[in-house]
Structures are given as structure tokens and as C-alpha cells.
């Protein structure tokens, strides 16, 4: 088969197939001459439902190229009923059980794994608290309770404050707060009055002028707001303001919330 | 060594670390009578980088546990120099690499992954437009471009529309708004009447009156709003809503946002 036929892509699994996708991408960004069809079918947990997917892949194989499979089903009877498709399956949890059984000297459970699942009860309560947190410190709205922010994120408008703040609550659990500084601090070359008792929790976002000038001009077409001159003036100022107050920051052009929030947390030595 | 004693436990990885956390979890929670001491090394790009965090956890092995390494990096070179240390080493890329090059017939191209990275530009920037949609349109706040919406979550106060909005937009970029049930629609038994043109799109959250209750109670204890009554008489009242509306719902006292994002992705046929 030739690189440009599209390969199908199916991430299964027992839980919400977000394992299966996340690693099944990781390894299929090492082939990127290839392009892929991709599915995921969450939520197999019986030997039926194990079945009536292997129908379906076996279908698509039926119609030519052969579809690549990543499980990360726990049950051993669902992932035998997987293993008989006419797919290349990957099983991401069958090829390391083996190993960590004999490295812990104990049987796995073959319970369905909840990665993604409730857990630990308390920590995933205290992610629901902080997205709450989040969403009431978005944007500078409130300075309530603000010494319990374990981050702060400052930088002007459409920096991508927001999407990084939820990430850190969300995916973290982590209580973060963001501020946006704006021409009357760049003025009085300060930070915000209230953010000042905060200074060792705060973090800065910078990105390039001519990327935020495009973001702000999908809000504002032609508006002072959106001019290549202001965002130039004003990421300048902000970078010069985090310098002056020791405030680490990081360029949020070329990395996503992802990569954003792991830095945040390893540069503050935030505890989850 | 007892299972009671703490396993150290390194996730390592030459980006952000969170599929090698996740992954790696799903592992473990195949030995739940083990204690694990969990730490996550994300950026782990060069050769002196592996080395350094090699030397970390010898440190600990030679404290008397042997620690367990779940790695995603990517580069051989960075896996070669991980696969000396003296912990017990899952390669979660290592251990696949192989069968897909032979599946593909291409050689992987060993260059860092980046899941979490950018991808697609276009991709990540719909996710960050989803997500200022979902900030714009939590709780009802907004009744603009409500025809934009993907879904539109419904439910009483604090039953976990807000998490599952913003995992909905954040993780899988989806358009998702939410809406509050107050009891004037209970009292009307309809939905809001903003919402009407859109009952297909609508998705329902419910929850166990005892658990609303106790959530409410953290907000304004002894208040009519969080007794166990009020909070009886509001799920009641939704769920009747529900189902004369044709309106799927999930309970969200079980399930954590995660699978509710899936579930719903699933139930609603949303296209990412």
C-alpha cells in the first residue's frame, strides 16, 4: 500500500478512550508520511460489545488496507475477543502487565482500569474545586481569596491566559488565577496594586507580536487594539515588567496549554 | 519488600509527561494493594538531561526500593541512556515502535513526540476558540451564536456542567454551552424557552440528592437551596424534564468528567 491511502486508525477501550488515543497518536506522529482514518470506540467492557467492534474492523479490513489497532482494554476476556480482528492491534496494557506483575511479585487485577475515572475521591473533588476557582479568577474578575492561588498567570490580552489557566485546574487540579495587565500598568511600569502581595506566585505569558495581532484582529478587525504596533508595544512591556519583577515567563507562540501548564507546574514546583 | 511499603514511581518524558502519567496509572491501578510515590520528570530532550535524572533514580534505588520508570521519550538516544538506570523500565514506546515499523514498512522517525504539542495548528486553534466559547457561554450567560453550540448541557445548580464544558472544549474542542434549570422551568415543566430551537443539541446532568446536597451545603449551608428537599424536588423535576423532551442524560455522581465528555462525544455523535 502506498503512504498516501489512508491507513485506519481505531483507539479502543474499556474506559473513555482518552489513553488510547493520547499514546496511539504519540507513537503514529513517528510515521508521518503516513495518513491515517482515526476512530475511537470508548467504553467496551463486555465480550459482546468486544465482538460487534471486532465486526466492524474486520469490515474496514474487508475493504482493503489493513486498520491498526490501539486497546487499552483491561478485562482479559475483552481484550482476548479483540485480539482475533483482522486488525494490527497494539495492546498498550497486555504488553507491560506481564512485566510489572513479576516486577511487584503480585497478580493485576484485570479489573477495568479508570484512569480517567473518579480515583482517589478527594483529589478529583479538589480538580472540581479548582476549575471553580479558575473560572471565578478568570480574566482578573475577582480578587477574592486570591493568597490561595498556587499560580498566577499575568500577560496581556489574548496571550492565552484562559485556555492555560483551565488546563492547570482541570487536568491538574492545581488553583490558578489570571490577570491581564493592560496599558495603565505598562504606563506606570508596575504590576496590578493587588497582584503585588503575590509576586513569587506569579508567571508570565508572552507570545509574538505579528501571531497576536492576528488573534486580536479575528475580535477587533482594524481596531487600535489589534495593530501590529500595540501588540509589539505591549508584549515589549510586559516582558520588560516580568524581568524587572523576576517573574518567570514563557513564549506562548509555539507550545500548547499542554506543554504550557507541564512547564508552569515544573518551573513553580506546584504540588498536585 | 511488603506491599505496604512506598514504591517509587517516575514518569519521564521528553514532553509534557501526561501520557506516560496516564498510561502508567492505568497500570498501577492493576495493583491496588500497592502504595506507589509518584513523580513525573517532563523535557527530558538531551542525552545530559537522561543522564541527570538517571542519576535520580539510582539515588533511590540505592535507598532500597527499586523505583518503576513508565518513559514516553522518543529519541533513542534519551531511551538508551533511561534503559540504564537501576529502576524496573516500562518503554511505553519502545515496547510498540517495532511492530508498527514493520506494519507500515517505514522506519519511525525517531524525532521527539509531540501529543501534546501544537499538532495542527488549525486543530489547536479550534480547541482555544472552543474553549473562549465555553467561557463565554457557561451557565447561561450568553445566548449568542447559541446556534454555534455542538451541545448544550443542562441541569440544576453545581450538578458538573462547568468541569464537563470545559473538558468538552478543552480536551476534544467542542462547541458546549450550558445552561442552568432553575425551578421556574420546573414550575412551567419546560425548558428554557432560549433553549427550545435547540432541544436537539441539548444533553441532561443529574445526580443523587444527597451528594447535590452535600455540594450545595459547602456553598450556602443551611440554606433552602442545599437541603436534601430542595435538591430531591430539583433532580426530580429535571429528569421528568428529560424525558419529556427526549433529552439523553447521564448521572454524574459515579462518573467523572472525563467519561462524561466520552460518553456524551458518544451519545450526541459529536464530530471533533
Do not use: W
Not at 486498520?67 to 492491534?89: E, H, K, M, N, Y
Not at 475521591?121 to 486570591?146: F, K, P
Amino acid at each position: 500500500m502506498s503512504h498516501d491511502e489512508l491507513r485506519p486508525v481505531y483507539f479502543l477501550s474499556d474506559s473513555t478512550g482518552i489513553t488510547a488515543e493520547t499514546l496511539g497518536n504519540t507513537l503514529l506522529t513517528q510515521f508521518p508520511a503516513h495518513n491515517f482514518d482515526r476512530h475511537t470506540i470508548p467504553f467496551i467492557t463486555t465480550v459482546e460489545q468486544a465482538q460487534s467492534v471486532v465486526n466492524i474492523i474486520d469490515g474496514r479490513a474487508a475493504s482493503g488496507v489493513q486498520p491498526l489497532v490501539f486497546s487499552t482494554a483491561v478485562s482479559s476476556d475483552v481484550r482476548q475477543t479483540l485480539a482475533t480482528c483482522r486488525g494490527i492491534v497494539v495492546d498498550l496494557i497486555g504488553a507491560h502487565v506481564g512485566q510489572l506483575e513479576q516486577a511487584l511479585g503480585t497478580q493485576a487485577s484485570g479489573e477495568p482500569g479508570r484512569a480517567h475515572g473518579l480515583g482517589n475521591a478527594a483529589r478529583y473533588q479538589s480538580r472540581m474545586t479548582a476549575v471553580e476557582y479558575a473560572m471565578e479568577h478568570d480574566d482578573g474578575a475577582s480578587l477574592r481569596a486570591l493568597e490561595k492561588a498556587q499560580v498566577i498567570l499575568v500577560a496581556p490580552s489574548r496571550c492565552g491566559k484562559t485556555p492555560t489557566t483551565m488546563y492547570l485546574a482541570l487536568q491538574h487540579g492545581i488553583f490558578a488565577a489570571n490577570f491581564p495587565l493592560v496599558d495603565e500598568d505598562f504606563e506606570r511600569e508596575g504590576l496590578p496594586k493587588s497582584l503585588q502581595p503575590f509576586v513569587s506566585k506569579c508567571f508570565g505569558l508572552t507570545t509574538n507580536a505579528l501571531r497576536l495581532s492576528q488573534i486580536r484582529t479575528e475580535r477587533r478587525r482594524g481596531s487600535p487594539y489589534a495593530s501590529l504596533r500595540q501588540c509589539g508595544f505591549e508584549l515589549r512591556s510586559a516582558e520588560r515588567l516580568y524581568e524587572s519583577y523576576r517573574i518567570p515567563y514563557i513564549n506562548s507562540a509555539a507550545v500548547s496549554v499542554e506543554e504550557m501548564a507541564a512547564t508552569i507546574l515544573q518551573k513553580m514546583d506546584l504540588k498536585r
